[in-house]
């Protein structure tokens, strides 16, 4: 079975430490020379080597036994002539349980063994009572204190690492999130503003080809061609500016200008002309305030509400007048249109729902309000009517200076 790729890194470093530790031991190589309490000699040196070098397999999968083992065979090298390999593994140990280890022993090693080096300091100086006893602290603190400060530093630069990482994947997730809502958001801004355009031409189209299919008249059917044909080259026209907006621009062409509330008289003029076989006419009546400016967002979406109002008229509307009312409410304007509402008879356009969503949409992207739905008549009018109503609000900061 084929190891990791850590896991072969520890069995090179028990390798070589074995190797290292069996090739002193051939020289005669000692940590400590024959003499005083005569430590054990001979082939028992190998046995706490054996068990670091042993426990170095297990440094990352079991790091907190390996310490305590380790230490225990640290501790059983000091009753023996000793081997350097020894004490270099087990700070390897002393290392590697800082760095693999759990949080808790990440925090409490490096303390644990600053205050054994210190102990162990004042405990010899104490002893000997000669200034080479500091020696004895200085070894105890490179074989525990320092490797596990140097853990606890490689722990925390991984673990930053490793932190910055997740942020970097979450800002992608965020930024790869937040590119879908633009494109979700550029798409349904680009239905609205399809539908609003070529709707109303499509609409007159449908009623007058099936008045001319419906009725054998000749100068009707000739009447009705001839909004047809007006309807279509207008639809093109709005087409080619559409598509004029969504190609990619060199710099060299001038972005066409939205529509505005300057426009209105023309959209009713036209919606007269493409009701007037349904027996409907149009009124305009503008009651803003002379001085009255709006930005062109607002003046944009009041637009497309008459628009999609006055295509919905075409469709549904019963014979009789239809009005578009502009007032100016506070800090915005107030659009409202009203037809009659009833069965029509004769032919109708079918509708879709997608012309209500869209007014709804725009109006909640303004934060205003938006009522659609059928009203009682006025006295002396129809008895049921079906009215359009929006409230778009203006910010103070956002009012355009009026000339």
């Known amino acids: 079975m084929r190891l990791p790729r850590t896991y072969r890194d520890d069995v090179l470093i028990a390798a070589a430490g074995l190797a290292c530790g069996l090739l002193l031991w051939s020289f005669g190589l000692h940590a400590r020379g024959p003499g005083g309490e005569v430590p054990l000699d001979g082939p028992v040196v190998l046995v ?9 397999l297990v440094r990352r999968t079991m790091p907190r036994t390996a310490l305590v083992v380790g230490t225990l065979a640290v501790v059983a ?20 349980a800082v760095v693999y280890g759990p949080p808790a022993s990440a925090r409490r090693i490096p303390v644990t063994t600053g205050l054994i080096t210190i102990a162990v300091t004042l405990g010899f100086l104490a002893w000997f009572r000669e200034p080479e006893a500091l020696l004895i602290g200085v070894v105890t603190a490179l074989i525990t204190f320092f490797p596990a400060i140097t853990g606890a530093v490689v722990r925390n630069h991984r673990q ?5 990482r997740l942020r970097a994947e979450q800002t992608a997730l965020l930024a790869e999130m937040d590119r879908r809502q633009a494109v979700i958001a550029e798409r349904s801004r680009m239905a609205r503003e ?12 449908a009623i007058h080809s099936t008045a001319a299919l419906s009725l054998d008249d000749a100068k009707t059917s000739r009447e009705a061609l001839g909004v047809i044909r007006e309807n279509s080259v207008d639809g093109l026209a709005e087409m080619r500016r559409l598509i004029g907006l969504l190609r990619d621009s060199s710099g060299h062409d001038e972005p066409a200008a939205a529509p505005t509330l300057d426009g209105l008289d023309a959209l009713v003029r036209q919606a007269g002309m493409n009701g007037s ?10 009651e803003r305030a002379a001085d009255a400016s709006l930005p062109a967002p607002v003046e944009l979406a009041a637009y497309r509400i008459v628009q ?9 509307a019963d014979p009789g007048g239809v009005t578009v009312t502009l007032r100016s409410a506070g800090h915005g304007l107030t659009v409202e249109v009203t037809s009659p509402f009833g069965v029509r008879p004769g032919p109708r356009a079918p509708g879709s729902g997608a012309g ?31 009215r359009v109503r929006a409230e778009l609000p203006v910010a103070e900061d956002d009012k355009e200076p009026s000339a």
């Open 48 to 56: 706490p080597l054996f068990v670091v070098t042993a426990l170095a």
């Open 77 to 96: 090298d000091q009753l023996t002539r000793g081997n350097i390999m020894t004490v270099v593994m087990f700070a390897d140990i002393v290392y590697a």
């Open 160 to 164: 930053a690492a490793d932190t910055a």
């Open 194 to 205: 399809l539908h609003d355009m070529v709707a109303n031409h499509l609409s007159a189209i």
């Open 277 to 286: 076989a349904s027996g409907l006419t149009f009124r305009l009546a503008d």
């Open 308 to 316: 999609e109002s006055l295509t919905n008229t075409l469709k549904h």
């Open 356 to 386: 209500l969503v869209g007014m709804r949409e725009r109006i909640a992207l303004l934060g205003g309000v938006f009522e659609a739905g059928p009203a009682p008549g006025p006295p002396g009018g129809p008895e049921k009517i079906w």
